[in-house]
């Protein structure tokens, strides 16, 4: 798989970052934001959305995802998730992402110092995974 061009990444990046502003997380105060391209040249944005009710709580990777498929857009190229220290991805949304496509570029960005940006992919992630 060809990796997307560092236009994409910066475009891709500053879409996550940007979702991460409204990011709804008044219980754990932790801000995520995350945003797909996909295949169309689209770029789909999400952010975590907390609930008081804990476990309907929905990470921005998944609502970024979700977005995308809603919109019809089914062939994702990469994902990037912006958070203050560059966390990777929770088990669940590398689960999700692995129901959308085989591989998948993942870039992730810290909030506090967004010229760093760690690229890895799904298969780094979540290797010998369930389909
Ligand atoms: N969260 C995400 O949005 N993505 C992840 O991959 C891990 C966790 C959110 C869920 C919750 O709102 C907050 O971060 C703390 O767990």
Redesign the pocket.
């Known amino acids: 798989m060809t990796g997307i061009t560092t236009e994409q990444q910066q475009r891709l990046a500053a879409a996550a970052l940007d979702s991460r502003h409204r990011a709804y997380?008044p219980y754990?105060n932790?801000f995520?934001g995350a945003a797909v391209l996909t295949e169309q040249g689209a770029i789909f944005e999400g952010c975590?959305i907390?609930n008081a009710s804990f476990g309907l709580?929905i990470?921005?990777?998944r609502a970024a995802i979700f977005a995308a498929i809603a919109a019809g857009d089914q062939q994702l190229m990469a994902l990037a998730?912006a958070t203050d220290g560059g966390?990777s991805?929770?088990g669940a949304?590398r689960q999700v992402m692995a129901e959308f496509c085989d591989d998948l570029q993942v870039l992730l960005v810290d909030s506090a110092d967004s010229s760093r940006i760690v690229q890895t992919r799904l298969d780094e992630l979540l290797p010998l995974r369930f389909s």
């Open positions: 997380a754990s932790f995520v975590n907390e709580t990470c921005a990777e998730v966390y991805p929770c949304c």
